[in-house]
């Protein structure tokens, strides 16, 4: 199960390459749509890459500290709780 998750950022997270997992094993077939945003909500440049069949990684820099956001949607619907 995914969803929308909140990722606090420190101030020593800054301008560091972060990753974040999404695993993918239960949800079958389909198309994913990952959107990051920060504090302010605005969009975070992010690279979404297979890690491993069923896994992929969330790769982005944050360029502000503080509550930040990732959306996962599956097949156009939006996962709750990833």
Do not use: W
């Not at 695993?23 to 302010?40: C, F, W």
């Not at 069923?54 to 790769?59: A, D, F, K, P, Y």
């Not at 509550?67 to 709780?81: K, L, Y």
Request: proline content about 5%.
């Amino acid at each position: 199960m995914l969803s929308c998750t909140v990722l606090f950022i420190s101030n020593n997270a800054l301008r560091c390459v972060l990753h974040y997992i999404v695993i993918l094993s239960e949800a079958g077939e389909g198309v994913v749509e990952i959107t990051l945003t920060d504090p302010a909500g605005h969009l975070v440049a992010n690279q979404v890459v297979t890690a491993e069949p069923g896994v992929l990684e969330v790769v982005y820099t944050p360029k502000v500290a503080g509550q930040h956001r990732a959306a996962v949607m599956f097949n156009g619907e939006i996962v709750p709780g990833g």
